[in-house]
């Protein structure tokens, strides 16, 4: 990228001169772009954007115009070295100058949830993973308890160290309803304590509800007491 002695080629009458070349941003995240400049130009020369790898055109021919030209790359998924040819139909040259532009893939973001499926105002942590710092939507903080009041489909953005950025995306369901059991005949004995407790996995059929468990309980001695599958839930 720093500056080259003049080279002059001599064909006939026609020369073309050595220019410096450089890229006008040399590093960036994956499906960037940026120019390629030239510091000076001919009259009569056309010049060429070319992938050093293989010499395939990238951009041009742009006539020279005698002060500075410049290539737009388009863009750039992995990191080139360009180099830049220039022609005056009788004498081509390539420049000396091979600038390199470095691009950073994007990170590789998810988006976690200690639960996906919680009751109204169930404490859950959302947590985002594959970068270095994470922003979420609806004002929720990366790794820290939150009480969500209507299911949303929660955005995580990522960055990287070299301030690439990506998302990823998880859906929480909030469930309103209160729990609802099926109910069945349950046989309950009551322990050395004197008190029986009953959940609601052994009264719907063996399921537990979607939100936190239920327990039922009476104490000996204080007489008879039925239950209902209102007294769940």
Do not use: M
């Amino acid at each position: 990228l720093s500056t080259k002695p003049t080279i002059t080629v001599t064909g006939g009458l026609a020369t073309i001169s050595d220019q410096t070349v450089s890229a006008g941003t040399s590093s960036f995240c994956a499906s960037g772009s940026t120019t390629i400049g030239l510091t000076g130009s001919q009259t009569g020369v056309n010049y060429s954007l070319r992938n050093d790898a293989n010499n395939a055109v990238v951009a041009g021919p742009v006539a020279g115009t005698g002060s500075a030209i410049s290539f737009n790359t388009g863009t750039i998924t992995s990191s080139k070295t360009y180099n830049v040819y220039a022609d005056n139909g009788s004498t081509t040259l390539q420049l000396t100058a091979k600038p390199t532009v470095t691009v950073y893939s994007l990170p590789t973001v998810t988006a976690n949830a200690t639960a996906t499926t919680v009751c109204f105002n169930e404490p859950l942590t959302l947590t985002g993973a594959g970068a270095a710092t994470y922003t979420w939507n609806y004002g929720v903080t990366n790794g820290t308890l939150f009480q969500p009041d209507t299911s949303a489909t929660y955005v995580v953005t990522g960055k990287d160290a070299h301030n690439c950025v990506n998302t990823a995306q998880v859906r929480v369901v909030v469930n309103n309803d209160p729990p609802k059991a099926l109910c069945k005949n349950v046989s309950a004995y009551l322990n050395t304590t004197g008190t029986v407790s009953v959940t609601p996995g052994q009264v719907n059929n063996a399921r537990n509800s979607v939100c936190s468990a239920v327990t039922l309980s009476f104490q000996s001695g204080a007489g008879s007491k039925t239950y209902t599958c209102g007294d769940l839930g």
